[in-house]
């Protein structure tokens, strides 16, 4: 099976060690070892990302940019298949692509320290801060309304029509806990049609296991690029908060664990700042506490919908399982509601 693909990369099955990496919930990933080099698998959710001949376009852009712009700044770009190729197609099975894996570099499953915190926030700030001059109309938008909230609101609302009938006369109070906070999506109406919120190049997936550090724990540099595409820095300011704020993760289902950390908090915002405080406007500086907000709220509607929806997104791995996930992130939403004074 694999050995297909391995071959399109001058690589051996017999010669090489492949062990999955289960983290994430839509590609399928691999870390394959030989002798002397390492490297990163990744076999693309043609589901999820229709056309993954645009991440593999954006990912070229991108790299390309950088590599005229700030040549200094390290990013892990696929490697080349031996036809010349950063995406390996084959009928049957699919799409994959490979990286380099990053010598001296690890990649963190949960957020331990303040400065850990502020290390990938300075990442995030950086990345988005370096392709400042790049137009985002070149890049491909791989998500059709990614992270739109309204469009995610408006999915949420359809489903309760026609999602699984006794699913949702099951969850009658998280849905109304849902619509309670229908105030966040009308503030990002607001918010996408002011002009001092900027589209800029953002990477939507901020969660901690997309940076990688050395072994003195300094950032350097993100990975996992398929999402990046033009959106707004609430975005990845708020993706961090969501997965970082927190000692336990969306997974965890004993929910009094759930608890929002003040210093990381302040370690998230100094670290965004210490790279993006001159290309953010007045507005968006205002916007950091709702950032949190915002993302928190629509993984609780992204989880929720799709637990109305048989799990037909994100897969279940025991029952009710997308159920929890939303209602952990609910409470982690009104943890963090109760501190917007103290933040
Ligand atoms: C998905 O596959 P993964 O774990 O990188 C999702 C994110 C969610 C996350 C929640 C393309 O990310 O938006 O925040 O699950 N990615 C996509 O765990 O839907
Ligand atoms: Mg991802």
Request: charged share 25%.
């Amino acid at each position: 099976m694999i050995d297909e693909v391995l071959k399109k990369y001058g690589l051996e099955k017999e010669t090489v060690t492949i062990s999955p990496l289960t983290q994430g919930l839509i590609n399928t990933t691999w870390k394959i070892s030989t002798n002397g080099n390492s490297y990163i698998l990744q076999k693309i959710n043609n589901q999820v990302f229709k056309r993954p001949e645009d991440l593999a376009e954006n990912i070229s852009l991108v790299a390309e940019y950088l590599q005229n712009n700030n040549p200094e700044y390290f990013f892990a770009a696929p490697i080349k298949t031996i036809d010349g190729l950063s995406l390996v197609y084959i009928k049957e099975l699919g799409y994959y692509r490979l990286f380099p894996f990053v010598n001296g570099s690890h990649a963190k499953e949960t957020v331990q320290t303040p400065e850990q915190a502020f290390e990938a926030a300075r990442q995030f700030g950086r990345f988005t801060k370096n392709l400042s001059g790049l137009d985002t109309d070149k890049l491909k938008t791989t998500i059709p309304s990614f992270h739109n909230l309204t469009l995610r609101h408006a999915q949420f609302l359809e489903v309760l029509k026609t999602g699984n009938a006794e699913r949702i006369a099951k969850t009658i109070n998280q849905i109304k806990q849902v619509q309670q906070f229908s105030w966040i999506v009308e503030k990002f109406d607001q918010i996408k049609i002011n002009p001092e919120f900027k589209l800029r190049v953002t990477h939507h997936d901020t969660k901690i296991s997309n940076v990688l550090f050395d072994k003195n724990d300094k950032g350097i540099c993100v990975i996992d690029l398929d999402t990046v595409m033009p959106g707004y820095f609430i975005s990845d300011v708020g993706d961090m908060m969501r997965t970082y704020l927190s000692p336990v993760n969306e997974e965890e289902k004993d929910f009094e664990k759930i608890e929002v950390r003040n210093d990381f908090y302040k370690a998230i915002v100094q670290g965004y700042l210490s790279e993006m405080e001159a290309e953010l406007t007045n507005a968006e500086k205002e916007s950091f506490f709702y950032a949190g907000i915002f993302m928190i709220y629509m993984q609780a509607v992204r989880f929720l919908t799709d637990y109305l929806n048989d799990d037909k997104y994100y897969g279940e791995k025991y029952p009710d399982h997308n159920l929890i996930r939303a209602e952990n992130q609910l409470v982690l939403l009104q943890r963090l509601i109760e501190k917007e004074n103290l933040l």
